[in-house]
Nanobody, 119 residues
């Protein structure tokens, strides 16, 4: 059973920083593509960033140069360092683990953590 638990959300002023952490239980972490997604009020869930087990990273254009994703395979954790936060970054942030299979992929999700950027 794979479980993902996010932490680190909260209220921050524009220009501030937050660090989100996702801890994964169960086996196979090093095989997963780990990612962060977010869903703003009334919006669809969108990709923020992903990182492969080998360290290759992909970022949404809206967060490039401001957010940094990292992972620790030994601790089975993935982090999202968010800097220069903007009100439009307000959303529920979800941790995602994706396991590639020969027939497709399996996806696991955390429960989400709220990030609110407001003065």
């Amino acid at each position: 059973q794979v479980q993902l638990v996010e932490s680190g959300g909260g209220l921050v002023q524009p220009g501030g920083s937050l660090r989100l952490t996702c801890t994964v239980s169960g086996s196979g972490f090093s095989n997963y593509i780990m990612g962060w997604y977010r869903q703003g009020p009334g919006k669809q869930r969108d990709l923020v960033a992903t990182v492969t087990s080998g360290g290759s990273k992909v970022y949404a254009n809206s967060v490039k140069e401001r957010f940094t994703i990292s992972r620790d395979n030994a601790k089975k954790m993935v982090n999202l360092e968010m800097n220069t936060l903007k009100p439009e970054d307000t959303a529920v942030y979800f941790c995602n683990a994706r396991e590639i299979k020969s027939w497709g992929s399996l996806a696991y999700w955390g429960q989400g953590t709220q990030v609110t950027v407001s003065s």
